[in-house]
């Protein structure tokens, strides 16, 4: 394989033997480096295939705009967040993070704040990726000698929740992240109790929540439907199944459509369990 587009010294672009364009990445993967040369493997750090023109239109145009100490420092939170996380994340994530950190170290040199109404639903549902966060603030902080606000720890998050679901976009991850809030709040109030954010049922219905929100919004709800075990739920946890009927309100009321007997089941047994866990 062979350089075909030199886009800074940590980013070179070939073609595989598809035809189709591949972005390398790699510290130093460029240096000293033409285009025709041979890509060393062991520099290769990193390596996606563009899938469209577009794509591989934003890729070169972002990468040719932003530092290259920025786009690096990015590359290695990536891959600690896929160490960590022991997932691979979209490769989109190189285009928004990039394009999101560089103008938060624009806005923090020129003072500029932006708040982060969902700071703590993020730090509270999303503790792994919080952490991530956390860690690449301070790293971009001693890079860049900046000051970034607590805020961007939760904006870094939302861009490794999202990279870590296929198709996913920073608005539906904001809205899943919304509705886990609103819903648990619909239960605390609905018992008039505070849960045990630590107790393991209540893990199991946050974590039920961030798939259920997630499959709700991308219209992913099918399930087959079993009238007895609905009506069986329905007798025997009467309370729990009217907290769901209300939950139910309140998403077809902000989001305009239902959950479906399979997940109002679903619930029902998740808050049953919550409800009932001593505290």
Do not use: C, W
Request: charged share 25%; hydrophobic share 40%; no cysteine.
């Amino acid at each position: 394989m062979v350089i075909g587009k030199i886009l800074n010294n940590n980013v070179v672009v070939s073609t595989n033997d598809a035809g189709e364009e591949v972005i390398y990445m790699g510290r130093g993967i460029a240096f000293k480096k033409k285009i025709g040369d041979v890509i060393d493997d062991a520099f290769v750090e990193k390596e996606f295939v563009l899938k469209d023109s577009f794509t591989a239109n934003q890729f070169q145009q972002l990468f040719a705009d932003i530092p290259a100490e920025e786009v690096e420092a990015v590359r290695q939170v990536v891959d600690e967040a896929e160490q960590v996380l022991g997932v691979e994340l979209s490769p989109n994530i190189y285009l928004t993070l990039t394009d999101h950190i560089h103008y938060a170290l624009m806005r923090a040199r020129e003072g500029i704040e932006i708040p982060n109404p969902l700071l703590f639903e993020t730090r509270k549902f999303y503790p792994k990726e919080y952490a991530i966060a956390a860690k690449a603030v301070e790293r971009f902080e001693k890079n860049f000698g900046v000051s970034l606000p607590e805020a961007e720890k939760g904006f870094i998050a939302f861009h490794i929740v999202n990279s870590e679901q296929a198709n996913g976009t920073m608005e539906t991850t904001m809205q899943a992240v919304e509705i886990v809030r609103d819903v648990l709040a619909i239960i605390s109030r609905f018992y008039g109790k505070v849960f045990n954010p630590d107790s393991l049922n209540y893990q199991r219905i946050t974590t039920h929540l961030h798939y259920f929100a997630q499959r709700y919004l991308s219209d992913d709800l099918s399930g087959e439907k079993d009238e007895f075990l609905f009506e069986l739920i329905q007798a025997k946890y009467p309370k729990a199944f009217q907290t769901v009927q209300r939950i139910n309100e309140y998403l077809i009321k902000t989001y305009g459509k239902p959950i479906g007997e399979s997940e109002m089941i679903y619930l029902t047994i998740h808050i049953e369990r919550v409800v009932n866990e001593p505290n």
